[in-house]
T-cell receptor, first 116, second 112 residues
Framework: ETGVTQSPTHLIKTRGQQVTLRCSSQ?????VSWYQQALGQGPQFIFQ???????GRGNFPPRFSGLQFPNYSSELNVNALELDDSALYLC???????????????FGPGTRLTVT | GQNIDQPTEMTATEGAIVQINCTYQ??????LFWYQQHAGEAPTFLSY????GLEEKGRFSSFLSRSKGYSYLLLKELQMKDSASYLC?????????????FGSGTRLLVRP
């Protein structure tokens, strides 16, 4: 158990719809990263939030957006869903990852999104 | 460009030793991680290397050579529960912060 929680566990949506996924970070962690993991692949970096600001983004289109709240919980929003968006979505929290500390990211259990 | 390569699958026998290799090419290397991921579960942290050499942690060891862009994870005294995917990930510079770039993972099957 990492202390990182995600909801919902599973979700089925139709192409063109919008979805919001949620993540609660481990206590004391102020940085959250989101990843997309397709079946049989490694996680792909979507973006990272630090102190409620986007702090880096991978190669994902603008229809992938996010929020981080004052309590460091986070949301991932995906608009205009496509079939290829079907994947496991992972969030990972850390303490100022990559700067003065936080060598380790703690992953949540993920949300399995299926787009039909 | 950024690229991480590791074997797709490996098979080993319970009690044996297995070495999973990882080669990488990144522009702003700042450390290499190994994660274990059981089917349907989240990745869990195994090891971290930022300097060349071997880091040992119980039955698991990880080695890094920055000049060769190479790492390996060594698992000793294999147990059935070690059957999982092993992900090599490089921390790479991203603007004012860092991101993890993952390989596709190596599926390890431990047989009795």
């Amino acid at each position: 158990e990492t202390g990182v929680t995600q909801s919902p566990t599973h979700l089925i949506k139709t192409r063109g719809q919008q979805v919001t996924l949620r993540c609660s970070s481990q206590s004391g962690h102020n940085t959250v990263s989101w990843y997309q993991q397709a079946l049989g692949q490694g996680p792909q970096f979507i973006f990272q939030y630090y102190r409620e600001e986007e702090n880096g983004r991978g190669n994902f289109p603008p229809r992938f957006s996010g929020l981080q709240f004052p309590n460091y919980s986070s949301e991932l929003n995906v608009n205009a869903l496509e079939l290829d968006d079907s994947a496991l979505y992972l969030c990972a929290s850390s303490l100022v990852f990559g700067t003065s500390g936080g060598n380790e990211q703690y992953f949540g259990p993920g949300t399995r999104l299926t787009v039909t | 460009g950024q690229n991480i390569d590791q074997p797709t699958e490996m098979t080993a026998t319970e009690g044996a030793i297995v070495q999973i290799n990882c080669t990488y090419q990144t522009s702003g290397f700042n450390g290499l991680f190994w994660y274990q991921q059981h089917a349907g579960e989240a990745p869990t942290f195994l090891s971290y290397n930022v300097l060349d050499g071997l880091e040992e942690k119980g039955r698991f060891s990880s080695f890094l050579s920055r000049s060769k862009g190479y790492s390996y994870l060594l698992l000793k005294e294999l147990q059935m529960k070690d059957s999982a995917s092993y992900l090599c990930a490089v921390r790479d510079r991203l603007d004012s912060s860092y991101k993890l770039i993952f390989g596709s993972g190596t599926r390890l099957l431990v047989r009795p």
